[in-house]
Nanobody, 116 residues
Framework: QVQMVESGGGLVQAGGSLRLSCAASGTIFSFYTMGWYRQDPGKQRYLVATITSGGGTAYSDSVKGRFTISRDNAKSAVYLQMNNLKPEDTAVYYC??????????WGKGTLVTVSS
């Protein structure tokens, strides 16, 4: 059974930093493209950042220059370093792992709250 489990969310003041982690199990992690998504209450979930199996990264414009996605295949983990956080970054953050053959797995999310 494949699982993605996020951790590291919490309450932080504007301008502060948090590091989210996502631990994968039950699969060969290194094959997967991994992504972080976020969802505000009542809004759609949207992409924050992705990292391919080869280490290529992409970011939404709203977080570019502030957030960094990375992965450690030996630990089957993906991270999101979030710096200079803003109140509008407040959301539930989800980890996703997917392959081109359609396998697609999500975590249950971790809440990030940024106070002004």
């Amino acid at each position: 059974q494949v699982q993605m489990v996020e951790s590291g969310g919490g309450l932080v003041q504007a301008g502060g930093s948090l590091r989210l982690s996502c631990a994968a199990s039950g699969t060969i992690f290194s094959f997967y493209t991994m992504g972080w998504y976020r969802q505000d209450p009542g809004k759609q979930r949207y992409l924050v950042a992705t990292i391919t199996s080869g280490g290529g990264t992409a970011y939404s414009d709203s977080v570019k220059g502030r957030f960094t996605i990375s992965r450690d295949n030996a630990k089957s983990a993906v991270y999101l370093q979030m710096n200079n956080l803003k109140p509008e970054d407040t959301a539930v953050y989800y980890c996703r792992g997917f392959l081109t053959d359609g396998r697609d797995y999500w975590g249950k999310g971790t809440l990030v709250t940024v106070s002004s």
